[in-house]
């Protein structure tokens, strides 16, 4: 983990409120996939706190790291990265978090299934990618409430060119793109058609599709892994805001999603109730991602 | 060569910039980070009895110049600070302050009495202004008597320097200064998180899962800057000040209103290489204003 001044290489809107960021990291590290970076313009102190952004791409160059990120403009921090042009100073603090784990490749079955809805989907490009380099195939099955006429869905492209466009399953609520409906529908039909047997599943996206995997998982017996959120201060274990509930040894306690996650096995998982949230957009609880 | 170096409760420390508790972990985590040896010294997450779970989430909501935080106390428990964390702290040259928390004077004993034992911390900081727990914290804190009897009970046991830390809410900060000074503390600590509540107007639900919390940032530097100013005067011992700061142009507000030293809390989670910022911010300071010590710049403030 370190804070280094990154400086901005291309900040641009992909399609409605999808931003992609590119900057240059001036030092070396490795990222895991799953890890994430919290950013802010530097010296900014309002707001005040910096924003977590998942790694979603990472290059190594000689000097220096090229990371990007996909963003979703909702409130006040992002609004702010949106206005960071080529040349701007970011703080970046990375790589944090334990990021997704690779089992070893059984003797029988390579498939494996990423499941995202919304922002969610940065979260799995490097793993996708790590995947495919140690010889899983996997599946990405993507939902969002819409898509847009010229670009389609955000990052879907990136993962057609990684996996092949038949392995890229898409589905949106308002049938724009793909199939009409969400994306868990989408992932039951293919576990239920049983010709498709995923050694393992990841996923990252809105609380109430991630329930619905964690249920899948379990109902299909596949070891599955969910990258949550929370509301986080700091992002690196000293303010402890961003618990979660976990089952660990035997017993239910808090867990620091930003240093024990955002990455958790689906059965260690203890969800909280749910909230109703009619907010036009989506708060936190009804998945910004 | 400029001499930021500050005495407090016969504790010499090498600048008057700290690290506040709960901002600062157990100061292992920064140590990635910054270089531990160059702070004044820190306050440890705040130190129970027995381990704490804290409050239920949400925790934290950002507002607009700082943040509502319920964290409820969340911590190891003092034995397993002692054990585990306190012997790697000793390699840093650096002063720990151990932060105190209890939901009785007895409790507030208990810690105390199990830190006693522990080589490394040099001073310990009672929280009697936590905005987050039902019992103990603000309770006391609130109230002069209460708080110069947790006081007294507190420094019968202690072998170490004991800090008070005074929450915004007491009637009169002043009041409770010099109970607490009378009680025998060696300093004192202002200030706390002040109470405050936000709603989510699509839920209809407060935003924080204990429905309110403490407020921190830029937004109460204006209100700690009177409560020190109030406290200092109220009392001769040592006022360490607390609240909003971010920068040395801050730092310097509270030093010159009276403070012997300061804490920066929630701009750690922003900048988590605040403090070392505002330590050369001050140097910097002394020399453009020929202030040889920064000693000689406290309770400076001309009214
Ligand atoms: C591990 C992790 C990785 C993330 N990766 C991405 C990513 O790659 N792309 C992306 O667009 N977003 C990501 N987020 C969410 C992101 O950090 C912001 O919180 C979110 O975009 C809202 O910020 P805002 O400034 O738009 O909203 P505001 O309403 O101004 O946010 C106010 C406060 O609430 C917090 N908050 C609001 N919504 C969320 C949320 N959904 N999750 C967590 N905290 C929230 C903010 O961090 C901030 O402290 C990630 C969150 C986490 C925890
Ligand atoms: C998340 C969080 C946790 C805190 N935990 C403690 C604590 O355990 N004990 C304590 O005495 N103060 C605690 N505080 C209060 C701070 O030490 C400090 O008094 C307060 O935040 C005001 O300073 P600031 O505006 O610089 O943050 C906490 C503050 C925050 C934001
Ligand atoms: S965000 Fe501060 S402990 Fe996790």
């Known amino acids: 983990m370190m804070d280094v001044t990154a400086t901005v290489l291309n900040n641009a809107r ?21 890890q994430f970076a919290m950013i802010r313009p530097s010296a900014q102190w309002e707001p005040i706190l910096r924003r977590a952004m998942v790694f979603y791409r990472v290059e190594h160059r000689v000097h220096a790291l090229e990371a990007e990120f996909i963003y979703r403009v909702m409130g006040r921090g992002t609004r702010q990265l949106a206005q960071l042009r080529s040349g701007d100073r970011l703080d970046v603090l990375g790589p944090l978090g334990n990021g997704f784990t690779i089992g070893e490749r059984p003797a029988v079955g390579r498939d494996v299934a990423l499941v995202s809805g919304g922002i969610g989907i940065p979260a799995l490009y490097l793993l996708a990618a790590e995947l495919c380099q ?10 969002d409430r819409t898509s847009d006429a010229e670009r389609g869905l955000i990052c879907v492209d990136d993962f057609y060119a990684l996996l092949g466009r038949d392995h890229v399953l898409c589905a949106t609520e308002d049938g724009s793109y793909g199939q009409r409906g969400v994306v868990t529908d989408l992932l039951e039909s293919a576990l239920q058609s ?3 047997r995923p050694v393992a599943l990841y996923a990252c996206g809105p609380e109430p599709m991630m329930k619905r995997v964690a249920q899948l998982a379990l109902q299909f017996h596949i070891p599955a892994e969910l990258s949550l959120e929370a509301a986080m201060a700091c992002g690196f274990g000293v303010c402890l805001a961003c618990v979660q509930r976990v089952r660990l040894d035997g017993r239910i306690t808090y867990v620091r999603v ?3 996650g955002p990455v958790f096995r689906a059965e260690d998982i203890v ?18 991602r | 060569m400029i001499d930021l170096s500050v005495d407090i409760a016969g504790i010499h420390f090498k600048n008057p910039v700290l690290a506040a508790s709960g901002t600062f972990g157990y100061g292992l985590e920064f140590a990635e980070l910054i270089d531990l040896n160059r702070l004044g010294g820190f306050c440890t997450k705040g130190l129970s009895i027995e381990p704490l779970e804290g409050n239920p989430p949400p925790r934290i909501v950002e507002t607009h110049g700082g943040m509502l935080n319920s964290i409820g106390l969340q911590n190891i428990g003092v034995r397993a600070f002692v054990e585990q964390k306190l012997p790697h702290l000793r390699k840093y040259n ?7 928390f209890g939901f009785s004077p007895e409790e507030y004993v208990d810690v105390v009495r199990v830190l006693n034992d522990g080589d490394g911390v040099a001073a310990y900081e009672l929280n009697i202004s936590c905005p987050n727990v039902k019992k103990g914290g603000m309770e006391i804190g609130n109230d002069p008597n209460e708080a110069a009897r947790l006081t007294e009970a507190v420094k019968r046991v202690a072998h170490r320097p004991v800090i008070v830390k005074l929450s915004p809410h007491a009637r009169s900060i ?11 503390a060696d300093a004192l600590s202002v200030m706390n998180t002040i109470l405050g509540m936000s709603v989510d107007i699509y839920t209809r639900r407060p935003r924080l899962g204990t429905v309110m919390g403490g407020l921190s940032g830029p937004a109460i530097k204006p209100i700690a800057v009177r409560m020190v100013f109030e406290a200092a005067r109220a009392v001769s011992i040592p006022v360490i000040g607390i609240g909003g700061i971010v920068t040395a142009q801050d730092a310097l507000e509270f030093i010159i209103a009276g403070a012997s030293a300061i804490q920066v809390g929630t701009a750690n989670y922003a900048d988590p290489g605040v403090t070392i910022k505002i330590i050369d911010g001050l140097t910097a300071y002394c020399r453009q204003q020929n202030i040889a010590q920064i000693r000689t710049l406290i309770g400076t403030i001309r009214c």
């Not at chain 1, 992609?20 to 490795?30: D, E, S, T």
């Not at chain 1, 109703?276 to 009804?286: C, K, L, T």
């Not at chain 2, 002043?174 to 025998?184: F, I, K, P, Q, T």
């Open chain 1, 14 to 34: 992909e399609y409605g409120d999808y931003w992609r960021l590119r900057v240059k990291i001036p030092a070396h590290y490795a990222v895991r996939p799953g």
């Open chain 1, 134 to 143: 140690r010889g899983f195939v996997p599946r990405l099955f993507h939902g």
């Open chain 1, 258 to 260: 930003c240093c024990e």
């Open chain 1, 271 to 288: 969800w909280e109730e749910p909230v109703v949230d009619r907010s036009p957009v989506g708060g936190m609880r009804n998945g910004a």
């Open chain 2, 174 to 184: 002043a009041e409770v200064a010099r109970a607490v000074e009378a009680a025998g």
């Open chain 1, 194 to 196: 049983g010709a498709w």
């Open chain 2, 94 to 100: 650096t002063r720990v302050i151990a932060n105190v």
